[in-house]
């Protein structure tokens, strides 16, 4: 179709495609995406990123643990094959449950996310309506799904995906970066302020009951 720029999810391959092209030239893919509006590809990408974040921290976890339990019982002793598949299954079973937990609770805290940080954008002058916010969202979810599971690592993953998240909110919405900056991490500030202040009202519950 002239003009517009599909996005064929079709495999693993083309995924890894649209990604690298999101990590690395952040600007040039939004600026074509900008031309059109298509909720129904970025969420498709959206679930393919967390799948694949979910899986690998799922996978890893189960690894590891159940090496670890392997060890406990063998002690010594060489573990065999039975004791090897056994390993891996619980490894792939939670890679499934990983992928799956990720992918719902992810959408729903991005939904969200998307949706307090609409409201800046609308203040600021976005003149597009909550779906392009949300794909823009959608698609940064590419720097998590490579940088996320990794230690030390995801905390520059997770600042560069904040940029990504504001260039994406710059050319779908039309606003500046500096303001699309900030309704991509105000949001976070606030959420954090309000968990921070549900514990400490908890905490200061649980004291005053008991002094």
Do not use: C
């Not at 600026?31 to 059109?36: I, T």
């Not at 994406?168 to 991490?185: H, M, P, T």
């Amino acid at each position: 179709m002239t003009g517009r720029r599909r996005l064929p999810f079709v495999g693993l391959r083309n995924w890894f495609r649209v990604s690298k092209e999101i990590i690395l030239a952040p600007i040039s893919f939004y600026s074509v995406r900008k031309q059109s509006e298509d909720l129904g590809s970025g969420l498709k990408f959206g679930v393919s990123s967390l799948a694949f974040l979910g899986a690998v921290i799922g996978f890893l976890q189960s690894f590891l643990y159940s090496s670890m339990l392997a060890g406990i019982f063998l002690g010594t002793g060489s573990p065999g094959l039975g004791i090897f598949l056994f390993v891996v299954l619980l490894g792939l079973l939670g890679a499934l449950t990983g992928a799956i937990g990720t992918v719902i609770f992810g959408i729903l805290a991005l939904g969200l996310y998307s949706a307090l940080s609409h409201v800046l954008v609308r203040l600021f002058g976005g003149n597009k309506g909550f779906s392009r916010t949300f794909e823009a969202f959608l698609y940064s979810t590419a720097v998590t799904a490579f940088f996320g599971w990794i230690p030390v690592i995801n905390v520059f993953g997770f600042l560069y995906r904040l940029y990504v998240g504001a260039v994406g909110l710059e050319n779908f919405q039309g606003i500046s970066r500096g303001k699309a900056l900030i309704a991509v991490v105000a949001p976070g500030i606030v959420i954090l302020g309000v968990v921070f202040a549900i514990i400490f009202g908890a905490q200061l519950a649980y004291y005053s009951s008991v002094a």
